[in-house]
T-cell receptor, first 114, second 113 residues
Framework: AQSVTQLGSHVSVSEGALVLLRCNYS??????LFWYVQYPNQGLQLLLK??????LVKGINGFEAEFKKSETSFHLTKPSAHMSDAAEYFC????????????FGKGTRLHILP | DTGVSQDPRHKITKRGQNVTFRCDPI?????LYWYRQTLGQGPEFLTY????????KSRLLSDRFSAERPKGSFSTLEIQRTEQGDSAMYLC???????????FGPGTRLTVL
């Protein structure tokens, strides 16, 4: 069975500082990995995805994530936080070759301090 | 491409009432998914369709829940005899056969009093 663990339900960083949101996954097959962002009272927006191509994945809004198979991790980073980055972030895993559903982590709420 | 739309955006109902939500996927997306998101949690898979066929249902989908996609376009999710535990955000997503990305709608927030 696939699963995702996000370390830290809340993360606070100062504006301009590095953003690091941690995600570890468990999968018995090569996974597809995603990061989604959710702003208040809105649906989910895809930030980036890993689908077995390059291990360093660049997404929208300056975010990127690195797939590390040996560590079963897919941490999300952004060099310099902006106030508009304040939102809930979800790491997710899927096996598109099998059953297509996405398994989400519990989410990390990112707070940006002025 | 107008995105996935859901209606209504908010629904307040009394315990025991039936409610129905609608999802309109992105045009020509043949796969449609329903998820439920409770407060402080990530979305949880409920069910999905390929065209009009319902291919998988989560054990979260009790017999009070039914989903349809009669013509392979829009979908409805009905909850009968609602309970307070049904209060959640219900998210719909769609994708085409040519992409691995699910696109999410804004969700329907259900509050059962």
């Amino acid at each position: 069975a696939q699963s995702v663990t996000q370390l830290g339900s809340h993360v606070s960083v100062s504006e301009g500082a590095l953003v690091l949101l941690r995600c570890n996954y468990s999968s018995s097959v090569p996974p597809y990995l995603f990061w989604y962002v959710q702003y208040p009272n809105q649906g989910l927006q895809l930030l980036l995805k890993y689908t077995s191509a390059a291990t360093l994945v660049k997404g929208i809004n300056g975010f990127e994530a690195e797939f590390k198979k040996s560590e079963t991790s897919f941490h999300l980073t952004k060099p310099s936080a902006h106030m508009s980055d304040a939102a809930e972030y979800f790491c997710a895993v899927s096996d598109l070759n099998r059953d297509d559903k996405i398994i989400f982590g519990k989410g990390t709420r990112l707070h940006i301090l002025p | 491409d107008t995105g996935v739309s859901q209606d209504p955006r908010h629904k307040i109902t009394k315990r025991g009432q039936n409610v129905t939500f609608r999802c309109d996927p992105i045009s020509e997306h043949n796969r449609l998914y329903w998820y439920r998101q409770t407060l402080g949690q990530g979305p949880e898979f409920l069910t999905y369709f390929q065209n009009e066929a319902q291919l998988e249902k989560s054990r979260l989908l009790s017999d009070r829940f039914s989903a349809e996609r009669p013509k392979g376009s829009f979908s409805t999710l009905e909850i009968q005899r609602t309970e307070q535990g049904d209060s959640a955000m219900y998210l719909c997503a769609s994708r085409s056969a040519y992409t691995d990305t699910q696109y999410f709608g804004p969700g329907t927030r259900l509050t059962v009093l």
